[in-house]
Each structure stands twice: as structure tokens, then as C-alpha cells.
């Protein structure tokens, strides 16, 4: 017999038996990884920190806390990453720290709740595969057509120079894509902090984060203002998506649940934002496609990532800012390039191995009335490929994850309404 509480550390235990496996064999491909959701991270952070709607210190020590946290528990590259709703709406409206803080934290305690009383993971069971991946096809087309001008979002300048060092970046990456151990996310990486060097390296000094939780009147505005838009991102796409995305990048490894990554992102914003932390989620789905590409397979990957964070925000802290703001952007363009590549391809299981259908091994979702029995026919095949194709088109076209969820809602609807008016009409 176990008892509960034993449980989360058996849980532990096996992950970090699991990361020591994959880094021993993979130590370049494990840190490589580590860095290939950096293209999402550093601008949106910088850009922030410079807006002084978070502080940057404590985010770096945060962050990089619940990076190890997140490796050590989940064993495989679940990412840590801004909050992007919040993050746009706090750039381009000019919120202080404490609105941005008061967004981080109302969403986390509504996540936290939900997952806490079993209705997001009931809530998610309503949602077909072929949406799911919608959403995830969807964001990786957004990231690689937003590649280079949405890094524009901080201001950095984007001319002939960044192009020529995306193009040198990526071909690096495509000549060496058949070398799986090649570490070119660490390499492009290097790279760009050697050329974005300030000339002389940050001070250093122990770097305390200090408490100073918004008053309530701020989570209130917070919410309304940034928290209410964020809240069907952070659901579909960084606690389902991610949940099924890793079901389908590593297989051979227990996704983390539903309720697992749920109570995850209310607890990581409840305890940073209150030190004026960045509000943060598990990413996008593209961070875990992002770090897969770059050669992340365990929780090893994040946990150096984290490890380096946490022992820059202690020692180096604010110094840094200066230097992370001459990154050359087309670096960063190549690595948003590459995850978008890697979420895209997620789309080509759907009528084959998607974990909805009887031969996947998987449980059979029996929502979705574009499940059948058997085999796939035809027509059932294409409806579950438009399925995925409305949703990922209409999230593009918004750039808005909720209504390309809502559309695909809409298109399976209307397929449910042609079956039963056709049934009634057979009798």
C-alpha cells in the first residue's frame, strides 16, 4: 500500500532516475535543448523588464526555480514560459508592475481551482483531438510566419544584418538536421551573446527578490484588463496541448496530467507574482516543439536551464538586461522558426496515430462523433483533417487561440446537426 503523500516523491524519483538516464547519453542534446524556447523567452522578458511591468531579478530567480521544480517532477522539457496574453497587453496599453503582477495572479488561482476540483480535466475531455492539434497546427504556423516581425515587439532593430544571421543560423540547423546530437540551439546561442557583448561583463552581487504583492483593486484591474483574455490560452494551449504534445513527441514517457500541469501554473504564479515574478504558464505548445527539435528528451534539459537562470538572477540579476538587449534578433527569429516547424508536423498523426483512435493504444475519446469504430473511412478522414484545418486557420487569421477553438466548436456542430437531420430523414 502507498500512502498519498508518498506518492508526488516516487513521482520524483523515477523522473530524476529517468533525466540522470537521458543525460549520460545525451549530455550536448539535453543543454542544446534547453535553449530551443529561448526565441519566446528572451524578447518577451526584456521587453517587459524594460517596460518595468515585472522585475526582472526576481523573474530570473523564479523562473528558474520552477524550471528545476518542473524537471524534476515531470521528467520531460515541460518549458516555463510568459504568459503571452498578459505579456501583449501589458506592453501595448502600459501597465505597471502591479496590474501585469494582478493578471498573473487571478488567472493562477483560477487555474488552481479548476484543476483542484477535477473540472479542467473534465473540460478537457470535451475537447476533440482533431481541435486540439487545430490549435497546435495553428500556433506553429503563427510562430513561423511571426518569426522575424514579432520579435519587432521589443523594438530591437531588424534590418539586413538580422536577416543575414538568420539565414546563417538556419543553415546551420538544416545542414546538420540529420546529426540528432548536434547542439545548435547551444551554438546559436553562444553565438549571440558573444556578438550582443557589452564590453565589459555585468557586476556581481548577491540579488535579493523582494515582496510586494499587489493591492486588490490591481488583481481586480489586472484580470478584466489582461487575466480574462489569457485564461482560454493558458487552458487549451498550455495545459491540453502541451498534455497531448508530449503524449505524442515522447511516447514512452507518462504525459503529465491534466490536473498536474494545472495545479503547476496556479501555484508557479501565486508564489512568483507577489516578488513582481513574470505571470508564467507551461508555454505554449510550441515551447516543449521548440526544445524537442533542439535535442531536449528528459527533464535534464530544463533543470540546467533553470539552474542558470537561478544562479543569474542571485548573482548577476539586472546586469544582464543590457546585455540580452543587443541579441541579435534574427538568431531569435531562427529559434521561433524551428519550433513552429516542429509544431506543424504534429498535424500529419491525426488519421493515423492520434491517441483518439481505436489503434493508437490510447483510451478512445467517445465525445467526438469523428471517432469511429473501425477503421477510418474516407469521408470521416477528411472531416477530421478540415476539423484540424478550421481551427488552425482561424486561429491564425484572429491570432487568437479561443476563437480557433470556437470555430472547430462550430464546424463539428454543424457536422452533428447534417447526421441527425440525415438519421431523421432515413426513418
Known amino acids: 500500500m502507498t500512502f498519498p503523500i508518498f506518492q508526488p516523491l516516487q513521482?520524483?524519483?523515477?523522473?530524476?532516475?529517468y533525466n540522470l538516464q537521458v543525460l549520460g547519453r545525451n549530455p550536448w542534446?539535453?543543454?542544446?535543448?534547453?535553449?530551443?524556447?529561448?526565441?519566446?523567452?528572451?524578447?518577451?522578458?526584456t521587453a517587459l523588464a524594460t517596460a518595468h511591468s515585472i522585475d526582472f531579478n526576481s523573474t530570473l530567480i523564479f523562473t528558474g526555480i520552477f524550471n528545476i521544480l518542473s524537471g524534476m517532477f515531470f521528467g520531460v522539457p515541460i518549458p516555463v514560459q510568459p504568459m503571452k496574453a498578459i505579456a501583449s497587453v501589458a506592453l501595448s496599453t502600459k501597465m505597471g508592475r502591479e496590474e501585469t503582477m494582478g493578471g498573473g495572479l487571478s488567472v493562477g488561482a483560477v487555474i488552481l481551482l479548476l484543476s483542484i476540483t477535477g473540472l479542467l480535466e473534465r473540460a478537457s475531455r470535451l475537447v476533440p483531438i482533431p481541435i486540439v492539434k487545430g490549435i497546435q497546427v495553428g500556433a506553429g504556423l503563427?510562430?513561423?510566419?511571426?518569426?522575424?516581425?514579432?520579435?519587432?515587439?521589443?523594438?530591437?532593430?531588424?534590418?539586413?544584418?538580422?536577416?543575414?544571421?538568420?539565414?546563417?543560423?538556419?543553415?546551420?540547423?538544416?545542414?546538420?538536421?540529420?546529426?540528432?546530437?548536434?547542439?545548435?540551439?547551444?551554438?546559436?546561442?553562444?553565438?549571440?551573446?558573444?556578438w550582443g557583448f557589452p564590453g565589459t561583463f555585468p557586476s556581481l552581487g548577491l540579488q535579493k527578490p523582494s515582496l510586494s504583492p499587489p493591492p486588490s483593486h490591481s488583481?481586480?484591474?489586472?484580470?478584466?484588463?489582461?487575466g480574462a483574455g489569457q485564461l482560454p490560452l493558458t487552458i487549451l494551449n498550455s495545459i491540453i496541448a502541451?498534455?497531448?504534445?508530449?503524449?505524442?513527441?515522447?511516447?514512452?514517457?507518462?504525459?503529465?496530467?491534466?490536473?498536474?500541469?494545472?495545479?503547476?501554473?496556479?501555484?508557479?504564479?501565486?508564489?512568483?507574482?507577489?516578488y513582481g515574478s513574470m505571470p508564467v504558464c507551461h508555454g505554449r505548445s510550441g515551447g516543449l516543439a521548440g526544445q524537442?527539435?533542439?535535442?531536449?528528451?528528459?527533464?535534464?534539459?530544463?533543470?540546467?536551464?533553470?539552474?542558470?537562470?537561478?544562479?543569474?538572477?542571485?548573482?548577476?540579476?539586472?546586469g544582464l538586461l543590457r546585455w540580452l538587449q543587443s541579441f541579435p534578433t534574427g538568431l531569435l527569429g531562427t529559434l521561433i522558426f524551428?519550433?513552429?516547424?516542429?509544431?506543424?508536423?504534429?498535424?500529419?498523426?491525426?488519421?493515423?496515430?492520434a491517441p483518439d483512435l481505436p489503434h493508437s493504444g490510447l483510451n478512445v475519446d467517445e465525445t467526438s462523433n469523428l471517432i469511429p469504430r473501425g477503421p477510418l473511412s474516407e469521408e470521416i478522414a477528411e472531416e477530421r483533417w478540415i476539423l484540424?484545418?478550421?481551427?488552425?486557420?482561424?486561429?491564425?487569421?484572429?491570432?487568437?487561440?479561443?476563437?480557433?477553438?470556437?470555430?472547430?466548436?462550430?464546424?463539428l456542430g454543424l457536422l452533428r446537426l447534417q447526421e441527425q437531420y440525415l438519421a431523421y430523414k432515413a426513418r
Open 11 to 17: 513521482r520524483i524519483s523515477r523522473s530524476m532516475s
Open 29 to 45: 542534446g539535453e543543454i542544446s535543448g534547453s535553449l530551443g524556447d529561448l526565441g519566446t523567452l528572451l524578447p518577451i522578458m
Open 142 to 194: 503563427s510562430l513561423i510566419l511571426n518569426a522575424g516581425a514579432g520579435i519587432n515587439l521589443i523594438s530591437f532593430p531588424c534590418g539586413w544584418e538580422q536577416l543575414l544571421w538568420a539565414i546563417l543560423a538556419t543553415t546551420l540547423v538544416f545542414a546538420t538536421s540529420r546529426n540528432t546530437r548536434f547542439p545548435f540551439a547551444l551554438m546559436i546561442f553562444v553565438l549571440g551573446l558573444a
Open 219 to 226: 488583481i481586480y484591474t489586472g484580470f478584466l484588463t489582461a
Open 242 to 274: 502541451v498534455n497531448q504534445l508530449s503524449q505524442h513527441l515522447l511516447p514512452f514517457r507518462a504525459a503529465p496530467s491534466i490536473n498536474s500541469l494545472g495545479i503547476s501554473v496556479g501555484l508557479m504564479n501565486l508564489i512568483g507574482c507577489p
Open 292 to 318: 524537442y527539435r533542439c535535442g531536449a528528451r528528459s527533464g535534464s534539459s530544463i533543470m540546467f536551464l533553470g539552474t542558470l537562470k537561478l544562479l543569474v538572477g542571485l548573482f548577476v540579476g539586472d
Open 338 to 353: 524551428l519550433a513552429g516547424l516542429e509544431l506543424v508536423s504534429v498535424g500529419r498523426t491525426l488519421n493515423t496515430t
Open 388 to 411: 484540424m484545418t478550421i481551427t488552425a486557420g482561424a486561429l491564425i487569421m484572429f491570432k487568437n487561440d479561443f476563437v480557433g477553438f470556437a470555430a472547430g466548436y462550430a464546424y
